[in-house]
């Protein structure tokens, strides 16, 4: 199952997305598909596929379980869902933060919280680790924890899907390594937030 190609990567990552932010347009046509896998916005790396690309990713996808297509009521253009939630029984959370680690790479909990809000709301950080770490303790795990860089303060996560998956991801962070990290991303996060208050008051003073 976890030896998907970059493109089926994108692909099903695309329709998950679509499914979960423009309900009224999805299924997706070929062609509708094919504007969100080229998006310059939410995507790493930027792709440019064309529609051949695209429907062999499909073809592939629906071989192994993961999409399926067909026509919707009133329609004669074929259209495409993903079914990557039903086949690998995910819930809505799990699903969210694969989804964004399918179409941005491998990022951080903090990251992942603020990105997958359009997919599914996440209360707290530790709610994301949580998900996180249930992802990487199935039998056929579908993210990794990686191991820190030089000079990274944070930990990131990606997924296993793909073909281009690390192939020695770090061991699950014990519970004192969570809370650091935690920590870490909490401070960051308040640096933020503090950075948008200052430029706001600026902007109020400027104005006054």
Not at 47 to 68: N, P, W
Not at 158 to 172: F, I, K, R
Not at 183 to 196: Q, Y
């Amino acid at each position: 199952m976890h030896e998907l190609t970059p493109e089926e990567v994108r692909v099903l990552g695309c329709l998950v997305e679509k499914q979960r932010t423009v309900p009224d347009t999805y299924p997706l046509s070929l062609n509708a598909l094919r504007s969100a896998c080229n998006q310059t916005t939410n995507r790493d790396p930027v792709a440019s596929y064309d529609e051949a690309t695209i429907e062999a990713a499909l073809d592939r996808l629906r071989d192994r379980g993961l999409s399926r297509r067909g026509v919707t009521s009133g329609s004669r253009v074929i259209k495409y869902w993903q079914l990557l939630d039903e086949s690998l029984g995910l819930d809505d959370a799990q699903t969210a933060l694969l989804a964004v680690l399918m179409l941005r790479g491998p990022q951080t909990p903090g990251e992942l919280k603020g990105r997958a809000d359009r997919l599914h709301h996440f209360d707290a950080l530790d709610d994301v680790v949580a998900t996180l770490d249930a992802l990487a303790a199935r039998d056929e795990p579908l993210v990794a924890r990686l191991a820190r860089e030089p000079g990274q303060k944070e930990t990131r996560y990606a997924q296993l899907l793909g073909t281009d998956a690390p192939a020695s991801p770090a061991p699950v962070a014990d519970p004192a390594e969570r809370e650091r990290d935690g920590l870490a991303e909490l401070r960051a996060e308040i640096g933020e937030l503090r950075a948008e208050v200052r430029a706001l008051r600026e902007r109020v003073d400027r104005l006054g």
